[in-house]
């Protein structure tokens, strides 16, 4: 690893203020000399491997905002302070209660251990898991740009089928997103040209012919809240994650699923899906074949063929395809058969 | 009680709670790596980004310039030692800094030493190589791959089993299964990384690495480095974890050897688990090609194996699993051959457990798939193929309860609820399958020596070169001094891991509780024979007991008739404080030189199919019951019976943990574990613990251990057959098998995985 | 008073770079908000030492350390205490499992640093000063829960923490939130059964 300063900033202004002084530029923020770390589970991680490469890091634990480690609910929404823990999230029995997919998809990812120390900001803008991100020697457009990717040809089990381009077929291994970005969750970010909210669907950025830029943050800017809108749906909903191992696995698939249902009929439905896409992955498609149907099989079949029409498979995980069909499906009737 | 320790049946030993339990979870058991060493320096190794060519430049200027660094070790500071070689102590005949040949994905190209851990992971990471590469043979079916018949090639096998006239049988057969089967790369993965901590004192070498093998290492070192071997200590109490990864030593040890000498400082290296995948050991993919032909009585008239191993272009590592499978079953004709396909990879070595594993998977498989081809019960198929003899040399079986453990393990799982219909059972949204396998491991034990001191007030000291890596080898080398001595486990002391011990073998093969307890047996009797002698003399206590039959219990010397004496008025009437002897155990049929290579590292081992008399295996029978999510596939073992009979057991609760965890073993081998290899680049791609997926808790719900009694005279004093290996014999087959009867699909390629059957 | 037991198994970098205070002696900074580093003219360099105070099993620390040591190797190489192991330094085995502020957590993908003022609790911290064993640790001796035994300060650790956090409530539940814990010998029934004990008996307390 190389070495670093190490900076303890009191409030979420002093650290964009310690980010941007430093020069950040036009560099994205996983490239830039000064980074924020808060869990550390990612990026220590990495700046093991020799992928992350900061010179300074500044530890947002030391943020003096209340706000930031809360979760409030309101009636029509649940707001998560980001330096809010997994854990804490989905324990939270309000979360729980009110939106179970949100509970679910932090509770089926990682371990109980990673859970106490990786925040939900953190959590969003994890790395991929990339055999060949990881490894420095491989070459990899998404850490050395223009070096090619070693993944396409290579072994290529758990990649993506979804949102994938000729320079980069990484996948986005989160869970946790796929329920954000299905429930329409928006984001707060603070940085040096002020404050925005970002629809979360925007927040990641497909991998086209530039896969080192992975979010639309600049390396200036720090998320501060996480907010998620109730709706209809929102009781009615439930993750289900498909993996090797029954616990402590990335998703080989998983779906997200809100529904609100009048009878058997599909009044209204939010999709999201796991493992099998570059990005935090919202399946519209699959959505809008559903949207005022009756959900049987047959219909959730439908909307699973739709979810899956684009993907493009390499040699190895063309069993993503069928896979994710199915746990949509599943994911779908189940999700209708919850007692709510 | 509780079901970690079983109440012992017949022939079983108390589940005396492990000796070294108490140092083991309060953080006091000191693994080689946490050994405090003054001022140590930090090693870090950088390794080859390519599996074949040679390094034509390295740049080390960057890395020399990082503050703290020390010193390199690098191509020519090697040159005054000696290249390791491959065979039973050494992993490879791959010298990494003794030529500048690159043989395979992550071989040593430097070592760096720094002050700091941190500067040395650094420095490391800043060498860069140049390469003159070359198109690397990653495997099977890769251009460029040399093939040779493995049979003589490596004591592991040293000819191909055959019987009868296996062409003719076949052609007769009236049933026939003919199908190929595969096994992926496997890392032993213990959790415990590799380490080496090298220090020096003059010309006397003390290494602190996790070993399976001290005194070979010892002499191997010694060898590598020109020293006496008296001058080299390996020092390894505690092993976390070993799998045999830990049995062969590397190429790292003699070099982090020299680096220390170098600065004149301990030098301490932890390999990182990513380079561990390239500078260590595996267990390298298997192929087979299995025929059996049977009457339509059930009857195997026929049984063919081959099978086909990589191994690295310059080591003849042999596994030859077919030295077992071809004495399993009652064939009538046997026809077996085994290939060694070379390739640009790192040379493998044994993992719990070889041979077995990969070649028992194949067979099992088969074996089920002809059940199903007669339309027979798999249990009753093996029931009507059980040998008398066995069928290569037509030698008896030291003791064979195979149908004893199939008959107990299937009413404990059962198996007479079974459809036998594959489809057939459903739970709800869950297809349920269930399979059995066999399970067979060579019982086998090799020279041992043990030192044994008792104290007047009763204090037992067991000294041993073995190696306690999770077995509860030293509990029962404890037990077995307790026993004989009559004294309770609390006085019982019992050192091992060290090569200043009185030398043990390697601790692989499942030799080592048959072997070091025969050793500390005879080291007791020892001790006893002279007590005994004292008591009964005529100044004794037990003076005019005559030729009554002596024996020890409750720290007393105790006749037949009832009569006692203290052990301290035996040891006052002798005059002597502490009564110590040296054993040496060698089984039967040992050379003559077969103590003196005990001490020069390089034990025979006896038994297995070796013997003249008559082979020596353990066997079990494992049931496994699956669950697959009828839509997304995923599978899941929520139950899993095995019975196992393994002669004398010592402890039922080391041994039920023993056999538990092979049997989970066994279930991530069916369902988890393989290396995945770029074909390209032969190079090794899911080299951690994120990629490389092993069962976690949560995969095993119900793990159920019969220990089936079984008395075996035969096979060693102590009466013990080897269990460590046993359990995850079997297991992966029995899985295979549960699949099948779960879905109607025989998946042939391990690891099982969601895309076998989704599409 | 322990210090010379503490400093009994230390290498010489320990003495270089750790000073050992008694539990109460020293009152420290516990304030996650305020910076450790001594005041100074001169802007921070990647590679200077950072004053860092820690609680760790009851007892108060002050380490100079680089920025890049884990919290795992410095309990293991500048405190001396190794019964936290090292399986993977990437947060994939949970070997390392301690406490900190009492939630488990990786020490390995922890920056020591980033410790500023916590209490952390180690295995060695666990037995009570007259050598009673944990419940936890008892029960893993009692069910056998281990082989080897590298992994279990870290099992225990994190058996401590799943407890703590309610969430070994029945068998399945402990084997979902122990399953961050690898167990290469493969104990995974004897853990769960040892987790039942303890959460049984510190209920019952």
Known sequence: MRPFVYERPTSVSAAVAMASHAGAGHVPPTAADTQFIAGGTNLADYMKLGVGRPDRLLDLNTLAEPALRKIRTSDDAIRFGALVRMGEAADNDDVRRRCPLLADSLKLAASGQLRNMATLGGNVLQRTRCEYFRETSWPCNKREPGSGCAAMEGVNRQHAVLGTSDSCIATYHGDFAQALIALDATVDIEGRRGKRTLAFAKLHRLPGETPNIETDLAADEIITAIEVPLRPWSGRSRYLKIRDRESYAFALASAAVALDMEGQTVRSVRIGLGGVATVPWRAVAAEDALQGKVLDEAAAQKAADAAFADARPREHNAFKIPLGKRTLVRALLETRDMKV | ?759 | ?205
């Not at chain 2, 320790?5 to 070294?20: F, L, S, T, Y």
């Not at chain 2, 595969?182 to 070993?211: K, R, V």
């Not at chain 2, 051959?337 to 041979?355: C, E, F, I, K, Q």
């Not at chain 3, 029960?139 to 056998?144: E, G, Q, R, T």
């Open chain 3, 1 to 205: 008073m322990s210090d010379a037991k503490i400093s009994s198994g230390l290498s010489r970098r320990m003495f270089m770079t750790a000073s050992v205070s008694a539990a109460a002696a020293m009152p420290l900074a516990t304030s996650p908000t305020r910076a450790a580093q001594p005041a100074s003219a001169k802007p921070a360099q990647p590679r200077d030492l950072s004053a860092v105070s820690m609680r760790i099993n009851k007892q108060s620390y002050n380490l100079a350390l680089d920025n890049r040591t884990s919290l795992l190797d410095a309990l293991r190489d500048h405190v001396g205490l190794t019964g936290t192991k090292k399986g993977c330094d990437h947060g994939q085995c949970g070997a390392c499992t301690v406490l900190v502020d009492g939630k488990r957590v990786l020490s390995c993908l922890s920056f020591a640093v980033m410790n500023q003022g916590r209490e952390i609790t180690t295995v060695e911290g666990l037995a009570s000063a007259g050598g009673e064993l944990h419940p936890v640790q008892q029960a893993f001796v009692d069910h056998d829960a281990f082989q080897c035994g590298y992994c279990t300060p870290g099992q225990i650790m994190s058996a401590i923490g799943c407890i703590n956090e309610g969430r070994a409530g029945s068998e399945d539940d402990i084997r979902e939130y122990m399953s961050g814990n690898l167990c290469r010998c493969a104990a995974y029934p004897n853990i769960v059964a040892a987790i039942v004990q303890a959460r049984d008996e510190i209920r019952r307390a």
């Open chain 2, 1 to 759: 009680m509780n079901q970690a320790a079983p109440a012992p049946r017949e022939n079983q030993g108390d589940p005396v709670v492990r000796i070294d339990a108490r140092l083991k979870v309060t953080g006091q058991a000191s693994y080689p790596a946490d050994i405090a060493t003054a001022n140590v320096a930090y090693g870090a190794l950088a390794t080859s980004s390519i599996a074949r060519g040679r390094v034509s430049a390295l740049h080390l200027q960057d890395a020399r310039a990082v503050p703290g660094v020390l010193d390199i070790v690098t191509y020519g500071d090697m040159d005054k030692t000696d290249t390791p070689k491959f065979g039973n102590t050494g992993a490879s005949s791959i010298g990494p800094l003794h030529d500048k040949t690159i043989f395979h994905d992550g071989q040593i190209i430097a070592l760096v030493v720094a002050e700091t851990f941190e500067a040395a992971e650094e420095a490391a990471m800043l060498i860069r190589a140049d390469y003159d590469d070359e198109q690397p043979s990653a495997s099977f079916d890769s251009k460029g791959t040399s093939t040779e018949a493995a049979a003589g090639k490596n004591p592991m096998l040293k000819e191909d089993a055959k019987a009868g006239d296996f062409d003719a049988a076949w052609a007769a057969a009236a049933v026939k299964v003919d199908e190929r089967y595969s096994t992926p790369t496997q890392h032993h993965n213990p959790i415990e990384l590799f380490s080496t901590t090298a220090m020096w004192q003059g010309d006397q070498l003390t290494i602190h690495e996790p070993s399976q093998n001290v005194t070979g290492w010892k002499m191997e070192l010694a060898r590598q480095l020109k020293l006496d071997p008296a001058n080299v200590r390996i020092i390894s109490p505690y092993i976390g974890g070993a799998f045999g990864s830990k049995g062969p030593m590397t190429a790292r040890t003699a070099i982090v050897a020299v680096a220390a000498r170098r600065i004149g400082r301990p030098v301490r290296c932890v390999v990182s688990r990513m380079q561990a995948f390239g500078a260590q050991t595996y267990r390298a993919e298997t192929r087979h090609r299995i025929r059996i032909g049977a009457g339509k009585d059930g009857r195997i008239t026929a049984f063919g194996h081959e099978g086909w191993e990589v191994t690295s272009r310059p080591d003849p590592y042999v596994v030859g699993g077919t030295s077992a499978t071809a004495r399993m079953y009652n064939y009538g004709s046997v026809l077996t051959h085994v290939a060694l396909v070379h390739a640009d990879r790192n040379t493998p070595g044994y993992m719990r457990s070889p041979p077995e594993t990969p070649y028992v998977y194949a067979l099992e498989n088969a074996m089920d798939e002809m059940a199903v081809a007669l339309g027979m019960d798999p249990v009753e198929f093996r029931r009507v193929n059980e040998p008398v003899k066995e069928p290569i040399g037509g030698r008896p079986f030291s003791s064979r309860s195979l149908i004893k453990c199939y008959d107990q393990a299937s009413e404990a799982f059962g198996w007479s609820k079974r459809d036998p219909e594959a489809g057939s059972m459903r739970d709800g949204d869950w297809l349920v399958g269930m399979g059995c396998a066999t399970a067979i491991y060579p019982t086998a034990a090799a020279p041992c020596a043990a030192r044994v001191r008792l104290t007047a007030d009763g204090e037992v000291r067991v000294q041993c070169g073995s190696h306690e890596i999770g077995t509860g080898v030293r509990t029962v080398a404890g037990q077995m001094a307790a026993e004989r001595l009559g004294v309770g486990m609390e006085k019982v002391s019992v050192e091992m891991g060290d090569s200043a011990l009185p030398p043990a073998p390697v601790s692989g093969g499942s030799i080592s509780t048959a072997s070091v307890c025969s050793a500390v047996m005879m080291a007791c009797d020892a001790v006893r024979a002279k007590l005994f002698a004292a008591a009964a003399g005529k100044d004794g206590p037990l003076a005019g007991s005559g030729n009554a039959k002596l024996d020890m219990a409750d720290g007393k010397i105790v006749t037949e008739t009832g009569k006692s004496a203290k052990l301290a008025d035996v040891f006052k009437a002798m005059q002597v404080g502490a009564i110590e002897e040296y054993a040496e155990f060698a089984p039967k049929g040992s050379s003559p030189e077969a103590l003196n290579k005990l001490y020069a590292g390089q034990p025979e081992f006896h038994g297995g199919e070796s013997d003249k008399d008559s082979v020596k295996y353990a066997f079990g029978a494992e049931f496994v019951e699956v669950r697959i999510n009828s839509r997304t596939r995923e599978i899941r073992v929520p139950r899993i019976v095995g019975a196992f009979a393994a002669g004398r057991i010592m402890n039922t609760r080391t041994a039920r943990s023993q056999l538990m965890g092979g049997m989970i073993w066994g279930i991530g081998q069916a369902l988890h574990e393989a290396t995945e290899i770029d074909r390209r680049a032969a190079r090794y791609v899911n080299r951690d613990l994120q990629d490389y997926l092993v069962p976690v808790n949560a995969d095993i719900k119900a793990v159920d251990v019969i220990l089936v009694p079984e008395v075996d005279h035969e096979v060693n004093p102590a009466g013990v057959k080897g269990l460590g290996e046993l359990g995850n014999v079997g297991t992966a087959a029995a899985v295979a098998s549960a699949v099948y009867h779960a879905t109607g699909k025989r998946i042939r390629d391990l690891p099982i995985r969601i895309e076998h059957l989704i599409v």
